[in-house]
């Protein structure tokens, strides 16, 4: 299969971090099932509110069959605790996928389509990580959805979002610190709004988290 072979990824002496702080008083907290389970995700996930809308808006425009696509952001650290997250800043839809009620690809000329959009549109954004729907079935990655992952999204900081359009679940798939990705175990994320209008999210498996201090933590 010359599949591999074809797909050309920013060369990797170039996938440097952005160095920036870490930024949770913009955002709030929309906790899983699953993160207080002692798991150790290198990355949390910020995304920001247009991303966020755009995924939900395409995850129902088909409730029978898979839909998925890119997302594309930027990968970062922390400038004073090193700590790793990435920022979701826009959702690029895969247009050729071949799509059926139990799997999605990616073919080669969604690919392509995606590499040319993100240089005319995105440059120097980073593919942080790709999402699709499982109309009528749960929130997990399937061997399939793995394989994938692990294949054409192997940066440990890349990582993989499940919604389920018809309970109006999420959930984000993120490599531990020893590498391991658990297909079952998903995780919530930050809702980056920085004007702190209203949130958007609406997904009823997540809750959101307010730490001890309150809505913000203050350094
Ligand atoms: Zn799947």
Not at 126 to 134: A, N, P, Q
């Amino acid at each position: 299969m010359s599949l591999k072979l074809n797909i050309q990824l920013e060369p990797v002496d170039l996938m440097e971090p952005i160095t920036t702080p870490l930024p949770v008083n913009k955002a709030r907290r929309w906790n899983s099932p699953y993160d207080a389970a002692g798991l150790q995700p290198l990355v949390s996930v910020f995304v920001t509110q247009p991303a966020y809308s755009r995924i939900c808006v395409h995850s129902v425009s088909d409730m029978d069959n898979e839909v998925g696509g890119i997302m594309v952001g930027e990968w970062c650290t922390d400038d004073k605790t090193g700590e790793q997250f990435v920022v979701v800043e826009h959702a690029l839809p895969a247009r050729h996928t071949r799509q059926g009620s139990v799997y999605l690809t990616f073919t080669q000329d969604s690919l392509v389509d995606i590499h040319d959009e993100i240089d005319a549109h995105f440059k120097g954004k980073k593919i942080v990580g790709w999402y699709h729907t499982h109309p009528r079935m749960g929130i997990f990655l399937s061997h399939y959805d793995t394989w994938l992952h692990q294949h054409f999204f192997p940066e440990p900081w890349q990582v993989a979002l499940v919604v389920e359009p018809h309970s109006a679940n999420g959930g984000f798939f993120i490599r531990q610190k020893n590498g391991a990705l658990d297909p079952t175990r998903y995780f919530g994320f930050h809702e980056l709004d920085g004007n702190f209008g209203r949130t958007m999210v609406f997904w009823t498996n997540l809750y959101l988290y307010e730490n001890e201090e309150g809505e913000t933590s203050n350094e």
